[in-house]
């Protein structure tokens, strides 16, 4: 049912970010969890303890595009994106205690189904329940 990759309060950026054009890729079943620190593995608080991913607007925070996996992010604030901040494409995003804030592209989430039009969500917005679960992807 996939790794959980426990991640301790700090603000997490990369050099190579321009070169990728993507903080972090994932392309397997993976919960990223943070609010943790470095001498209590076993408790998160995210409020206590923030967590934070942050593209420096040099490129996307997310990006997932491989069929079948589920990305579960819990406890993170994923910052300053470009683009589509978050792109999870071909898969199922499930965001819990988390936000997407001061990014200058939108997420689009799509409806249930494939049909119609996919709800835009731009930056600022809060993702409400009736999004979650049905995965953010780059609208093509």
Request: aromatic share 6%.
């Amino acid at each position: 049912s996939g790794e959980r990759i426990l991640i301790a309060t700090g603000v997490y950026t990369d050099p190579d970010i321009t070169i990728d054009g993507q903080l972090l890729t994932v392309d397997k079943t993976v919960s990223l969890e943070g609010g943790y620190t470095t001498s209590d593995w076993a408790t998160a608080d995210p409020v206590a303890n923030p967590t934070v991913l942050d593209a420096e607007g040099l490129g996307q925070v997310l990006y997932a595009d491989t069929a079948g996996i589920t990305v579960t992010v819990s406890g993170l604030t994923m910052q300053r994106g470009s683009g589509y901040s978050v792109d999870v494409r071909n898969a199922r995003l499930v965001m819990t205690a988390s936000a997407i804030v001061s990014s200058t592209g939108n997420c689009f989430v799509p409806p249930a189904s494939e049909s119609g039009f996919p709800y835009r969500i731009q930056p600022g917005e809060v993702l409400a329940a009736k999004h979650l679960g049905q995965g953010l992807h780059r609208g093509r």
